[in-house]
C-alpha cells in the first residue's frame, strides 16, 4: 500500500513484545525518493562506471596485447642477439686458438731452428776435430816418410855412395884382397 504522500510503508522487523510472547509487526516509512529514486541514480551511475570500466578493460585489454606483441619481439631479438653473441664467442674462441697457434708455431719453429743450428754446430767441431785428427795423423805419417826418406838418403850418402866415390876416386887404397889375382 501507498499512502498519501511519498511515503511507503514496509514491514521492518518482527519483534517479540516483551513479557507477552506475542509477536509484533513493525513498519518503517520510507520516502518513494529514498526507494525508486536514489535506487535509479545509483543504477545510473552503476551503469556509468560499467561503462567505463569496459572501456578501461578495453584499453587494458589493448595494452595488454601491445605489451605480449611488444613482448614477443623483445624475446625474439633477445633470442637473435644470444644466438649472435654465442656465434661471436664461438668465432673469438676460433680466433684465439689461431692467435695462438700463431704464437707457438714460431716458438716452435725457433725452438727447431736453435736445435738445428745447435746440431749443426756440434756437427761442424765434430767434423774439424775428425779433420785435424786426419791432418795430424797425416802430418805424422809424412814426417815419418820423411825421417824414412832422410834416412835412405843418409844412408846412400853415407854408405853407397861412399863406397862407389872410393872405388871410383883416383887415390883410393888397394885392395888387399884382389892383390895377388890380378
Partial sequence: MIPKGNGIVLPAVVVLAPFTGKSMLKYDTRSYHDMVVNQIQQMGEDNQQLGYYKDKLGEEK????????????????????????????QRTKMQQEENKEEVIYPLVFSKFIKSQDKEMEDYVEEREKLMKAHEEKFNDMRR???????????????????HLMNKYSPIHPKDTSNNGDV
Fill in 62 to 89: 589493448k595494452h595488454s596485447k601491445a605489451l605480449e606483441e611488444s613482448f614477443e619481439i623483445v624475446s625474439q631479438k633477445l633470442r637473435k642477439t644470444m644466438e649472435e653473441n654465442r656465434i661471436v664467442r
Fill in 144 to 162: 815419418r816418410h820423411w825421417e824414412e826418406e832422410l834416412e835412405l838418403e843418409k844412408e846412400f850418402i853415407n854408405a853407397e855412395l861412399t
